[in-house]
């Protein structure tokens, strides 16, 4: 019988699809009060549940006729639930969308109305897909059509609505910013070519047809020139009085900040590159070539309209082809940059192989030497002298050699240099603020490991911003790696007489500490644990922590080893199965397959028996006497839910299965409050018998006590797994 919250979700289903059609026919008459426009701003928040939800409801559904899941009450349950609620949430996404359509700066038409309809159309095929699942004409074909057909709405109402929040051609951009041909210089428009497309970039995803946010559209020069709600954006020969300029240049924690926060900022360039055209007040169609050589507007049009070179020129000389390769050595590398190219790049390696006059014998291509590795040598004071005579170097790396501040000094005359790494050395935060300063061409400092902190570090990233600082900062705890869990390395965590205990972890030379009594392990008081010594004989309770030199030691493993000595023959199921929780029949007290009380993992459905208003009642026949002292089983306890240990335990055995004996009675120990959910072993002990038969009765709860919010009513009962010894 449908559940009335069920009920009701299907009404608002209804009456959402009712009118959300009506707003999207009658929009041109409606007016959103002020009261009302936060609920529409809520969507770009609330459209990423749908969407998440949509896409695994419709993946379930298109799989819901396959034979492994066909018959399945639990899947298709939970199908059902789960595209009612996406459905429910993608409602009330388009309700909150069509809400803050009807705000200023959103015109109508174009990708505006597609997204709208794409989105509205979602809803309603959903809405239909959730109707018609149940009825008869709702076949394998008409569900996996309706749901493709389903998700290529979802992907088009997407589509569209990046459109709108990141401009055309927002997915394809890079490949298209990729494939697009650099303008010649001499055909070049000022406008066309250099101010059209920063704001294509930065500016157009709010200020378009679609979207004109502060009726302000930029996409074409009309639209630029009119301005919007707050006036014209420039002054023709006056930066310093445009509106444009001042938004742009606003902090970014100041409101009117365009571009707003979150969304790509300008450049300086940029910035630079605006404030010289409404400087110019040229006109539009300008070409660059025109421009006085000496203007800035052309000077800085040359940057961005020249393409970024695959290899710098070099304007020096090959070197001798003799001089490259008598330099070539077992610990020298001497090669060209690329094919045909003068410059040279040079790696030192083998420590011991080093010399000063390693360096010295270099100065034989000196002009030609742009790349310098001389990682972990040891390099000191002395030889940065003879470096500072590579007048055409462009990077130096020297990470892990023997130098100090006071070397530095000597870098100051490479006016090349780019590219400069002192990663493991011992300069300090006083010598690389004198090298930065007098050294301003610098683009790339690698600090890794060096005596300067991260403050140090902050300031002269603040201080020199042109400069890429790639550095590490003090160490603190939460830098500190911590190892994950140790395992259980075992095939299986049962065993029938002895099982070797075999501990593992994915990271090498870990050591592992463990117990097997309950306590917390720790590095200091817990046994090590070393393959092959520890020998068990009867089910334990393990925990294992993972030390190892440098990292965090893990969090505790926890899991249970059990014993089953004896395996029955046979088993039969002498009662009746919960439908929801069938497992594998009898089958699934010794199938060594475990269940979980997590919800995500098909365990969680597939793994557990379970026994609602009825006894458990199993019979374990065995083709020679076993002589029996203990009945264990592997329980699931929820106390939030109705899943509880059974009240008791009855074991009976016997030669004959039509006279057997009361052998042993336990009752098992009850949560006395609502918790979290656990897995319990239950264990009923009773003097040792023999015997070929032995029968377990297990009795679910029948009245749930008062202290849980289901008090009164039954309990059911969830057993994964028993144990015999």
Same mark, same amino acid.
């Given at each position: 019988?449908?559940s009335?919250?069920?009920?009701?979700?299907?009404g608002?289903?209804?009456?959402?699809?009712v009118?959300?059609?009506?707003?999207?026919l @009658?929009?041109?008459?409606l007016?959103?009060?002020?009261?009302?426009?936060?609920f529409?701003?809520?969507?770009?928040l609330?459209?990423? &549940?749908?969407?998440a939800?949509?896409l695994?409801?419709?993946?379930?559904e298109?799989?819901?006729?396959?034979p492994?899941y066909?018959?399945?009450?639990?899947?298709?349950?939970?199908? !059902?639930?789960?595209?009612?609620?996406s459905?429910?949430?993608?409602?009330?996404?388009?309700?909150?969308?069509?809400f $803050?359509?009807?705000?200023?700066?959103?015109?109508g038409g174009?990708?505006?109305?597609?997204?709208k309809?794409? +989105?509205?159309?979602l809803?309603f095929?959903?809405?239909?897909?959730y109707?018609f699942?149940?009825?008869?004409?709702?076949?394998?074909?008409?569900a996996r059509?309706g749901t493709?057909?389903?998700?290529?709405?979802?992907?088009?109402a997407?589509? @569209?609505?990046?459109t709108l929040?990141?401009?055309e051609?927002f997915?394809?951009?890079p490949?298209l910013?990729?494939r697009t041909?650099?303008?010649?210089?001499?055909?070049?428009?000022?406008f066309?070519?250099?101010?059209l497309?920063?704001?294509?970039?930065?500016?157009?995803?709010?200020h378009?047809?679609?979207k004109?946010?502060g009726?302000?559209?930029?996409?074409?020069?009309?639209?630029? $020139?009119?301005?919007?709600?707050?006036g014209?954006l420039?002054?023709?020969?006056?930066?310093?009085e445009?509106?444009?300029?001042?938004?742009?240049?606003?902090?970014?924690?100041? #409101?009117?900040?365009m571009?707003?926060?979150?969304?790509p900022?300008l450049t300086?360039?940029e !910035?630079?590159l605006l404030?010289?055209?409404? !400087?110019?007040n040229?006109?539009?169609?300008?070409r660059?070539a025109t421009?006085?050589v000496?203007?800035?507007?052309?000077?800085l049009?040359?940057d &961005?309209?020249?393409?970024?070179?695959?290899?710098p020129t070099?304007?020096f000389?090959?070197?001798?082809p003799a001089?490259i390769?008598?330099?070539?050595s077992?610990?020298r590398?001497?090669?060209p940059l690329?094919?045909d190219s003068?410059?040279?790049?040079?790696?030192? @390696?083998?420590a011991?192989?080093?010399?000063?006059?390693s360096?010295?014998?270099?100065l034989?291509?000196?002009?030609?030497v742009?790349?310098?590795?001389?990682?972990?040598?040891?390099?000191?004071?002395a030889e940065?002298?003879?470096i500072s005579?590579? #007048?055409?170097?462009l990077?130096?790396?020297?990470?892990?050699?023997e *130098?100090t501040?006071?070397?530095l000094?000597?870098?100051?005359g490479?006016?090349?240099?780019?590219?400069?790494?002192?990663?493991?050395?011992a300069?300090?935060?006083?010598?690389v603020?004198?090298l930065?300063?007098?050294m301003r061409? *610098?683009r790339?400092l690698t600090?890794?490991?060096?005596?300067?902190?991260?403050?140090e570090v902050d300031?002269?990233? =603040?201080?020199?911003?042109g400069?890429d600082?790639?550095s590490?900062?003090?160490?603190?705890?939460?830098? *500190?790696?911590q190892?994950? $869990?140790?395992g259980?390395?075992?095939?299986s965590?049962?065993f029938s007489d002895t099982?070797?205990l075999?501990?593992?972890?994915?990271?090498?030379?870990?050591e592992?500490?463990?117990t097997?009594?309950?306590?917390?392990?720790?590095?200091e008081?817990?046994e090590?644990f070393?393959?092959?010594?520890?020998?068990?004989?009867?089910?334990?309770l393990?925990?294992?922590?993972?030390?190892k030199?440098?990292?965090?030691?893990?969090?505790?493993?926890? &899991?249970?080893?059990?014993q089953?000595?004896y395996?029955?023959?046979s088993v039969?199921?002498?009662?009746?199965?919960? =439908?929801?929780?069938p497992?594998?029949?009898a089958?699934t007290?010794?199938?060594?397959e475990?269940?979980?009380?997590n919800?995500?993992?098909?365990?969680?459905?597939?793994?557990?028996?379970g026994?609602f208003?009825?006894?458990?009642?199993l019979?374990?026949?065995?083709?020679?006497?076993?002589s029996? +002292?203990?009945?264990?089983m592997?329980?699931?306890?929820?106390?939030?839910t109705?899943?509880?240990?059974?009240?008791?335990i009855?074991?009976?055995?016997?030669?004959?299965p039509?006279k057997l004996?009361?052998?042993g009675?336990?009752?098992?120990?009850q949560p006395t #409050?609502e918790?979290?959910?656990?897995?319990?072993l239950?264990?009923?002990e009773?003097?040792?018998?023999?015997?070929k038969?032995?029968?377990?009765?297990?009795?679910?709860?029948a009245?749930?006590?008062?202290?849980?919010?289901?008090k009164?009513?039954?309990?059911?009962?969830?057993?994964?797994?028993? &144990?015999?010894n």
């Amino acid at each position: 019988m449908k559940s009335r919250l069920v009920g009701i979700a299907e009404g608002m289903l209804f009456a959402g699809n009712v009118l959300l059609l009506y707003f999207l026919l @009658f929009e041109s008459y409606l007016s959103i009060p002020v009261w009302l426009q936060p609920f529409g701003r809520m969507h770009p928040l609330m459209l990423h &549940f749908p969407v998440a939800l949509l896409l695994l409801a419709l993946l379930m559904e298109f799989f819901r006729f396959s034979p492994e899941y066909r018959n399945l009450p639990f899947y298709k349950n939970f199908t !059902k639930y789960l595209m009612l609620v996406s459905v429910l949430t993608a409602l009330v996404a388009a309700l909150m969308g069509i809400f $803050l359509s009807l705000e200023e700066g959103y015109a109508g038409g174009g990708t505006l109305d597609w997204h709208k309809w794409s +989105g509205a159309g979602l809803v309603f095929l959903a809405s239909l897909l959730y109707a018609f699942r149940d009825h008869r004409i709702y076949t394998q074909h008409v569900a996996r059509v309706g749901t493709g057909i389903t998700a290529l709405a979802l992907v088009l109402a997407g589509h @569209f609505g990046a459109t709108l929040t990141h401009g055309e051609n927002f997915i394809l951009g890079p490949i298209l910013q990729a494939r697009t041909v650099t303008v010649p210089f001499d055909e070049a428009e000022v406008f066309d070519h250099l101010i059209l497309p920063v704001l294509e970039k930065k500016c157009n995803s709010c200020h378009n047809p679609s979207k004109s946010k502060g009726e302000l559209v930029m996409t074409t020069a009309e639209g630029l $020139l009119q301005g919007g709600k707050t006036g014209v954006l420039f002054v023709d020969g006056k930066p310093e009085e445009s509106l444009l300029l001042e938004r742009i240049h606003l902090p970014e924690s100041e #409101e009117e900040h365009m571009p707003p926060t979150g969304k790509p900022q300008l450049t300086d360039a940029e !910035k630079t590159l605006l404030a010289y055209w409404i !400087k110019a007040n040229s006109p539009l169609e300008t070409r660059v070539a025109t421009l006085p050589v000496s203007d800035s507007l052309r000077m800085l049009a040359v940057d &961005f309209l020249s393409p970024t070179p695959a290899e710098p020129t070099y304007e020096f000389p090959h070197a001798d082809p003799a001089a490259i390769q008598k330099l070539n050595s077992e610990y020298r590398s001497v090669v060209p940059l690329s094919k045909d190219s003068p410059a040279l790049d040079v790696t030192l @390696f083998n420590a011991s192989k080093y010399t000063a006059g390693s360096l010295e014998e270099l100065l034989a291509v000196r002009e030609q030497v742009v790349g310098l590795h001389l990682a972990k040598m040891p390099v000191t004071d002395a030889e940065m002298k003879t470096i500072s005579r590579f #007048e055409n170097l462009l990077r130096l790396n020297l990470n892990f050699s023997e *130098i100090t501040g006071g070397g530095l000094r000597e870098l100051t005359g490479l006016n090349r240099l780019r590219h400069l790494s002192l990663s493991g050395t011992a300069v300090d935060y006083a010598a690389v603020k004198e090298l930065v300063e007098k050294m301003r061409g *610098i683009r790339t400092l690698t600090l890794w490991d060096t005596p300067l902190t991260y403050a140090e570090v902050d300031d002269l990233r =603040r201080e020199y911003p042109g400069m890429d600082w790639v550095s590490g900062r003090e160490e603190t705890p939460e830098d *500190i790696l911590q190892l994950n $869990l140790p395992g259980l390395a075992n095939a299986s965590n049962i065993f029938s007489d002895t099982m070797v205990l075999s501990l593992g972890h994915p990271i090498q030379d870990v050591e592992i500490r463990f117990t097997l009594d309950g306590s917390e392990p720790d590095r200091e008081n817990s046994e090590a644990f070393v393959p092959g010594e520890t020998v068990l004989r009867e089910g334990k309770l393990v925990k294992a922590r993972a030390y190892k030199e440098g990292w965090l030691g893990s969090e505790v493993a926890t &899991f249970n080893v059990y014993q089953n000595r004896y395996l029955p023959d046979s088993v039969i199921l002498l009662s009746r199965l919960n =439908r929801v929780h069938p497992a594998n029949g009898a089958n699934t007290f010794f199938d060594k397959e475990m269940g979980t009380f997590n919800a995500n993992s098909p365990a969680w459905a597939n793994n557990w028996a379970g026994f609602f208003r009825n006894d458990m009642e199993l019979l374990f026949r065995y083709d020679e006497a076993v002589s029996v +002292g203990s009945i264990s089983m592997r329980v699931l306890v929820e106390p939030e839910t109705n899943i509880l240990p059974p009240s008791s335990i009855e074991v009976w055995g016997g030669d004959d299965p039509d006279k057997l004996k009361l052998v042993g009675k336990s009752t098992p120990k009850q949560p006395t #409050e609502e918790g979290k959910p656990y897995i319990e072993l239950v264990t009923c002990e009773f003097p040792a018998f023999e015997g070929k038969y032995i029968k377990v009765v297990a009795k679910p709860v029948a009245k749930i006590p008062d202290w849980s919010r289901r008090k009164g009513g039954a309990a059911l009962l969830l057993v994964d797994e028993m &144990f015999v010894n």
